[in-house]
């Protein structure tokens, strides 16, 4: 199992920002900004364009469900990513959104 199956799993009793029937948040370990939280799918999908194929009112979930955040966390502005493929900066194999604010960001990325 991936560790965000472990995580979906709650195996770590991790604190959960937001969840329903599919979609969890919680915050990222490492945090990038003062406000990094990760967004995922309950299921397993190996990235986003794997989810998308799949299920792409999922998708739509998982952006909702940061746009909630955003405004739950306060920030005036914010940075969603979803980053696919070692190149891209991809460590966890399980799709996952993130939701960074709570500082400038720099365009374009690194
Ligand atoms: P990626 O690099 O795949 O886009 O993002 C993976 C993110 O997951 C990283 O920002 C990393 O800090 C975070 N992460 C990795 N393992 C764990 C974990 O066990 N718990 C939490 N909360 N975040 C994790
Ligand atoms: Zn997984």
Redesign the pocket.
Known sequence: MC?FCK?AANEFG?QFLYEDENVLA?????P?APTHI?IIPRKHYENIDELTNADPALVGELFAAASSLAISEGLTGHRTVF?TGESA????FHA?L?LLGGRSFAWPPG
């Open positions: 560790i995580i991790t919680f915050r990222d370990l490492d990038r990760l980053n900066g991809q460590s966890v996952h993130h």
